[in-house]
């Protein structure tokens, strides 16, 4: 029985993680490590929690990231913080924030979690251990609006429009959450995501067009005006690309080349070949000088073979 000859399959993990866009891919993989280690018991959820007076007196400036990173929700509250993550951050900076190096997006993030920072920490919330709430509402905020009138299926249960979102994750909070300190983390989110479509279009926001009934469009069209700035943009690239210096050699008239088909490190069989390549070349041209000569003798025989039978008349050149 003949071997099978084994077949490569695609691995469908892969893709799937391929499919997702590339800061958003980070940004979850960040949620699943930062929630296996704090599960383990390998590091304590006291460290990486955000607190302002440890955040910025004792320099511990690693609370700014991990802290809305930690989600505290339990399984089911867990996995649907993450899939509102994924489809809500996926579109955003596929279609709304792409550009050549993703810096666009990740400075959007940034901005997002400054602004969470300092609302929290200028307003003295106390959030319990964690900025996941407020900065999941931003985002979810942010997306309502460049989706205002696109239907969704509101946590896979009934049909609403993306306006309406953020309203029904404003009320399903008050009234379910453990932690009503959760609240007012949820509403300071919404406030950073309008604010910044409103630095983003460069007007009030869709909530001052529709109470005064402003042009259809007014504060959803995506402008761009708050976007990342120069300097960001080459700072970005500079650190996720990691250029590899390259050196470009230009060799000019490469199709004239003709190779001799000749086997590297063969020099018996090269000499061999180049010794017959010659002899033929010779016995080629003497064929042909051959040919010629027998060509010139016949066309020789021929003039005088014309003349012999030409038969003059006797004149005078010039003589009529």
Known sequence: MANMKKTSQPNEVAQLLAEIPPVTRSVLLAFFVLYTLMRSGIVSPEWMSFWPYDAFMKMQIWRVFTGPLIINKGKMGTLFTLFEFYTHSSHLETHHFSSKENAEYVYLLAVLLAGMVSCVTVSQIQCPYTLADGFMASLTCLWSIKNWNTP??????????????????????????DEHRTFPLIVTGLVVGYVYNCLDTRSLGPLYGYIRSST?????????????????????GFLANNRRRTVNVIVKNTHAYQGHGRKLGSKKETAQTTEAESIKTRMDRAAAAAAARE????????????????????QRVGSN
């Open 216 to 236: 259809l469009g007014y504060g959803i069209v995506n402008d761009g005006h708050f976007r990342a700035p120069r300097w960001f943009t080459g700072i970005w």
């Open 152 to 177: 969704l299926m509101f946590y896979g249960l009934f049909p609403i429009k993306g306006k309406y979102n953020p309203l029904l994750q404003l009320f399903l909070s008050y009234l379910f959450d």
């Open 295 to 314: 060509q010139r003798t016949a066309a020789s025989a021929t003039d005088s073979t014309n003349n012999l039978n030409f038969r003059g008349t006797g």
